[in-house]
């Protein structure tokens, strides 16, 4: 199963998203704005098919969240090969 990790961080000047995932850093002015876009990367990418966890990180560099989500066809119940089957 493919897998990515992306990132929530403090940055200058504001909060980054980042990771595998992610062809470059995205800028946001709040943590939450930042939260936000990368849950809706994972979405995306679970509906390819990837596994992801998203690490949130506090002001002060701190790990403070992991978060995973499973791709879509292991959240509904079948696995990869039956959806390429159907």
């Known amino acids: ?25 995205l800028m946001f002015q709040s943590g939450g704005e930042a ?5 809706r990367l994972a979405q ?7 596994a992801v966890t ?3 990180h506090d002001r002060h ?5 992991t978060l995973a989500f499973a791709p879509a066809y292991a959240a509904a119940g079948m ?4 959806l390429i089957a159907a």
């Open 35 to 39: 939260e936000r876009q990368a849950r």
């Open 1 to 25: 199963m493919e897998r990515a990790v992306i990132t929530v961080t403090p940055a200058a000047g504001g909060w980054a998203v980042s990771g595998s995932y992610c062809d470059e850093p």
């Open 61 to 65: 560099g701190r790990l403070v969240a």
């Open 44 to 50: 995306l990418a679970t509906e390819e098919g990837v």
């Open 79 to 82: 696995s990869k090969s039956n």
């Open 54 to 56: 998203i690490l949130v």
